[in-house]
């Protein structure tokens, strides 16, 4: 069985990710990650990292079959079970992956996926092109015009508050500070 570390983690997703945005993307939802691991599983950090770092592996090489051609490379490659699973419940019920997110690392992957690319857009909006100076407040009022960052869903981030039985202000408020920690 095999547990990559974050370095293992990064090579991989660098040999299926050629995409500058799906790097920065992989690299940011795995520290954003790694942060909420601190606060919810200290001892997993690493594990969480790799968790983020990995859950896109499949997408620029198979958009269409998103989580599902993913779990049949991790499950080739003899990857621990319950990283296939938590990588692949991302796209729950936006792909055809059959896991629904239960845990709390699962859930917090689906419901931060998505507004880490909307909180990297806010920032790009303002004269620092950074979250640094970014406050919650800011990212709400971006949220809530929904053509910016129309690509970004609304509806999955609100859901995984929802699964995580959090407000949005705490999803938005913990994501931002975990994008703020990694100096974005």
């Known amino acids: ?12 997703m660098e040999e299926h990710n050629q995409e500058p945005f799906h790097r920065q993307h992989a690299e940011t939802v795995s520290g954003v990650m790694a ?18 770092m990995l ?8 958009p269409e079959q998103h989580c599902v ?8 490659m003899d990857f621990n079970p319950d990283m296939v699973r938590a990588i692949c419940a991302h796209g729950w019920g936006l792909t055809g992956t059959p896991f629904k997110p239960e ?14 690319g909307l909180i990297g857009a806010a920032a790009l909006m303002r004269p620092s ?16 015009d929904k053509k910016f960052a129309a690509g970004c869903s609304r ?21 931002l500070d975990g994008m703020k920690a990694m100096g974005l």
């Open 55 to 62: 859950h896109d592996l499949d997408f620029e090489e198979y």
């Open 69 to 76: 051609k993913e779990q049949e490379m991790m499950e080739a």
């Open 103 to 116: 845990s709390q690392m699962e859930k917090i992957l689906f419901a931060c996926d998505e507004l880490t």
């Open 1 to 12: 069985m095999f547990t990559p570390t974050l370095e293992e983690a990064r090579k991989l």
């Open 129 to 144: 092109k950074s979250c640094q100076d970014m406050e919650l407040k800011s990212v709400k009022k971006k949220y809530k």
């Open 35 to 52: 942060n909420f691991a601190k606060e919810f599983d200290p001892e997993n950090v690493e594990f969480w990292a790799a968790v983020g």
């Open 155 to 175: 509806e999955v981030i609100e859901q995984g508050a929802e699964m995580l039985g959090w407000d949005l202000d705490t999803l938005i408020q913990k994501t």
